[in-house]
Each structure stands twice: as structure tokens, then as C-alpha cells.
């Protein structure tokens, strides 16, 4: 029965509790004991070392060519020389010469203990990469460890995270030691290691703090159908409930806002708005331009859905938003293209376009100031539509008889030429 050396005994260890096969250490030993044996006598000498994998004895060997004339003495041996070591060897022959195993031993004793440290280290790498990479897209906790100029380091636990400058809240100030969660965003490759991208500044990062925290949305029972955000600033949130007894914006706020306080302390106060998703796409935008209020939605096009909000004097500013903010994510949320106007402005604004449509109107003979109110209030706000119109349609209109609508038509086409 074959006796295993105490270094087999330590691979075959490796390999039940690491990982590590014992067939790869035993090529990363033979190549290491020959490059450690070089070292000390010559990186030019051609030798083999051999690890038995059933009893783990290591045999070396010098590997020299047989020739009649020696020119490289490093590689080849003479015929005579080559005898002393094997009689029946012939020149054109390769003869392998055994080295001293105890000088190998050591050597293999002082190389095993540094390969295996290492492989240890690589294979526990390994390990954490493939346990955080099925984490990407999750919410991760821990402490800040250490800050790197901008950059913070996040104590994962197993690992560290990065939570680079672009990817903190704008403004925020995380100290050492304090308990932060972020979303891991990525693995990415770094120029020695795997790093762990951590973000608090990704929409993400705000969708999973609500499944994390509002059991509705966990449960599907509350979907989020739409999110956007401006870290630092603001995140609008479109919410609705599959559940016809279940309030969506209610089950995310909370009895007194218990749900969703604990996430806007998380996210250092920033502001979220929840709105109700609907179809009525004029309560849609209400909702979406939160928190102005008193607001009135004009559609503009539906078809190129633009529209603009008339807001009273006071909210100009809210409805705008920090930096245009609010009014920017609202239009995001929504798909349409939303302007903000106040109600003085618009006011102004058609005061301005009915005069300017009564002047063109006036420029028609026969059309007068009283008359051209009249048009103008019917829909004939251009020479063009009065020109087309017909003279039943004219003659509907209070104060205009027949003739008059027969004169003015004919007028407005002549105007129109």
C-alpha cells in the first residue's frame, strides 16, 4: 500500500473544501518547481519535475540530447558522458538524468505553500464575483468603510462595494460608519480585481426601495407602471392597484406616512410624488405636475400631444420646479409636451389673440367692430372660414340677415385673393 506524502494529503483537502482540483495544483506545482529550480541554476537548462498523484513522491529530471559532438553544453551530452548514466543510449537520443529530489522538495515545500495561499485567494474571489453577479439589479446594505477621495467604500460583508461620485446622490454626505443601502448596479472588471458597483443615484434604486418596503408592490398587488426621477431633487412615481379594495398611492404612503417615510430617509428627503395612473390623461398631468395645484390643462394637439398648463401666478414656480425640474420629469412621465403658463400671462396672451383676430377680420368690407365680436365668437376667427362659410351659417348668427351674410362672404373671398 502506497504511503501519501503530507502534500497530497493538503490538495486533496483543497479540493473537497475549495474547490481547488488537485489535478490543476499539481500542474501549477511541477511548472513552479521547475521555474524556482532555474532560478537557482539556470534559466537556459532544460528540466522536468513530475508530482505521482497517487502518492504525490516528486521525481526531476535534467533533459539532454545525445550527440557525437557537444555544441551546447546546457542541452546536449556526448555519447561517452551520456553512457555513464545508461549504457544502451545512442547518440540522436534524449536522455533524462534524475536531479537530487530533496533539493525539490524543499523547493516544492516553499512554492506549494505560496501557490496554494494563492489559488485560495483567486478561488474566494471567484466565489464572491459569482454570488454578487446573481445580487445585480438588488438592494445591498452596509457601512461606509472608507472614502477614496470622492469615491466611497461600502462594507458589504463579504466583499466591499464602490459607490462611485456619479452614481451618489448629488449633495449627500455619507460618513464613515453610517448604514447606507444601494442598488448593485454592476460587476465590473478592474485592472486587479473584480469591483462591486454600488448606486444610490439610479431610478432603480427607487423602484427597489418600494418592493423592499411596500408589501403591495412585493405582492404585485400595487404595480409601479412608470418612474422617473432626478436624484437629490425629486422621483415621480405612476402607481395602480390590480386590487379594486386596494388604493395604490394609499398602500405606498401609509397610515401617517409610515411606508414611505422610512424610504425619503433613505433617499436624505428627496421628494417623491405618487400619482394614480389613469386614461384621462387631463387628470394624468394634474397629477404629474404635483405639487402645484389649481392648475387647468389646455390640450394644444392631442395628436402631437402637446399641451399647456395654466397655473395661478403663485405657482409658477412650483409647477416649474427647481432648475425646471418638476416640469421636465412631468412631461417624461406623461409622453407629452408640457409647457407651464400663468393665468395672467394667458389672459394677456388671448386678450392679445382676439384683438388680433378682430383687426383681420375688420380689414373685410362691410365687417365692423360689433360684427366682427360676433364672428369671432362663433368660430369665424379668419378670413379664410368666413369666406368659406355659407350664408345659412352667417345668418344663424344674431344682428347678420341675409344680405349682409351674402356681402360679407363675398367680401372676405375677394380679401382672401
Known sequence: ??????????????????????????????????????????????????????????????????????????????????????????????????????????????????????????????????????????????????????????????????????????????????????????????????????????????????????????EKVVDIVKLDREAGLRTKIIVESKNLRVDAVGACIGVRGARIRPIIDELGGEKVDLIHNTKDILKLIEESISPAKNVRIDIISAEAKSAEIVVPDSMLSVAVGKFGHNIRMASRLTGWNLTVVTEAAKKQKEEQSTQEIKVEISKVPGIGEKTAEILKKAGFDSIKKIAEASPKELIALQGIGEKTAEKIIKAAKESGK
Open 1 to 218: 500500500m502506497t504511503t501519501k506524502s503530507e502534500l497530497l494529503i493538503i490538495m486533496e483537502q483543497l479540493e473537497r473544501d475549495k474547490g481547488i482540483k488537485k489535478e490543476e495544483l499539481i500542474n501549477l506545482l511541477e511548472s513552479a518547481i521547475i521555474s524556482a529550480y532555474k532560478k537557482q541554476h539556470g534559466k537556459d537548462i532544460n528540466a522536468e519535475a513530475a508530482i505521482d498523484p497517487e502518492t504525490g513522491r516528486i521525481s526531476a529530471h535534467l533533459v539532454k540530447n545525445v550527440v557525437e559532438e557537444v555544441l551546447n553544453p546546457l542541452h546536449e551530452i556526448s555519447v561517452g558522458e551520456a553512457k555513464r548514466h545508461a549504457p544502451e543510449v545512442k547518440a540522436g537520443e534524449i536522455l533524462k538524468i534524475p536531479l537530487d529530489v530533496n533539493e525539490f522538495s524543499r523547493i516544492a515545500a516553499q512554492t506549494a505553500r505560496q501557490i496554494i495561499v494563492q489559488k485560495i485567494r483567486e478561488k474566494e474571489k471567484e466565489a464572491i464575483v459569482a454570488e454578487y453577479s446573481k445580487k445585480v439589479g438588488e438592494i445591498m446594505g452596509g457601512n461606509v468603510f472608507k472614502l477614496l477621495g470622492r469615491t466611497i467604500v461600502v462594507d458589504l460583508g463579504k466583499a466591499e462595494g464602490i459607490l462611485p461620485p456619479d452614481e451618489q446622490i448629488p449633495g449627500e454626505k455619507l460618513a464613515i460608519g453610517r448604514h447606507v443601502r444601494a442598488l448593485l448596479l454592476k460587476i465590473e472588471a478592474g485592472p486587479k480585481d473584480h469591483q462591486i458597483i454600488l448606486s444610490r443615484k439610479d431610478p432603480q434604486f427607487v423602484r427597489k426601495l418600494f418592493e423592499v418596503e411596500i408589501p403591495e408592490i412585493y
